[in-house]
Structure formats: C-alpha cells, structure tokens
C-alpha cells in the first residue's frame, strides 16, 4: 500500500492561497488515480480534486477556477494549488491514491489516504 504524506496546511484569511503538497512512498506517475479529499467538522469526506494517469484533472464544482490539482514529472509528489480561499474551504485535507488507470472521476471512492493536513481560511 502506498504511503502518503501531506503538508502544506495553514491558516490564511479569505481570500488568501495555500499550496498543499502529498508525498508517496511509490512512484504514482502511471496507473493511479490520485486525489485530494477533505473533511469538515461535521460532515462527510468528500473529493476535492482528482487526476488520473494520463494526466486529465477533475473538480468538485465549489472549486472550479480556484484550485489546481497536478503531479510532478518524477511522480512522487501530488500537489494542490488553492487560490482565492473561503471560509467553507476550511477542513483537514488528505492525500489519496488508488492503482487504477483510465477514469478517474471526483466521486471516486479512496481507500488509501494519507493522515492529513489543516486548513483553516478566516473571514
């Protein structure tokens, strides 16, 4: 199982950016799916970002035009550029990867992720 490792996490104000970075014990350049999730207190985990190996990114609409999924060349670093923040953008955030190649939709349901990383944006 691949073992993820997320930081990045912080507080900034509305509107503000954090960069989210999730490092892999396995080279996940080709045949995963690998996502980003997050959880708020008091609710369901759900997909944030998604991008699958042939490299095609998808979104959760609340983030559409803010966020940036993408992976390094060297496929062991997963990245989550996230702009403009709100305050309901606020939740632990985890890393996630699954050996699966072709679709890779924002629903996908992850069943290896890593311990997470806070992000708190404040009004």
């Known amino acids: 199982q691949v073992q993820l490792v997320e930081s990045g996490g912080g507080s900034v104000q509305a509107g503000g950016s954090l960069r989210l970075s999730c490092v892999s014990s396995?080279?996940?350049?080709?045949?995963?799916?690998m996502g980003w999730l997050r959880q708020a207190p008091g609710k369901e985990r759900e997909g944030v970002a998604t991008i699958d190996s042939n490299g095609i990114t998808r979104y959760t609409d609340s983030v559409k035009g803010r966020f940036t999924i993408s992976k390094d060349g060297a496929g062991n670093t997963l990245r989550l550029q996230m702009n403009s923040l709100k305050p309901e953008d606020s939740a632990i955030y985890y890393c996630?990867?699954?050996?699966?190649?072709?679709?890779?939709?924002?629903?996908?349901?992850?069943?290896?992720w890593g311990q997470g990383t806070q992000v708190t944006v404040s009004s």
């Open positions: 996630a990867a699954a050996s699966v190649g072709g679709y890779c939709p924002v629903s996908f349901v992850f069943q290896n």
């Open positions: 396995t080279n996940t350049s080709r045949g995963y799916c």
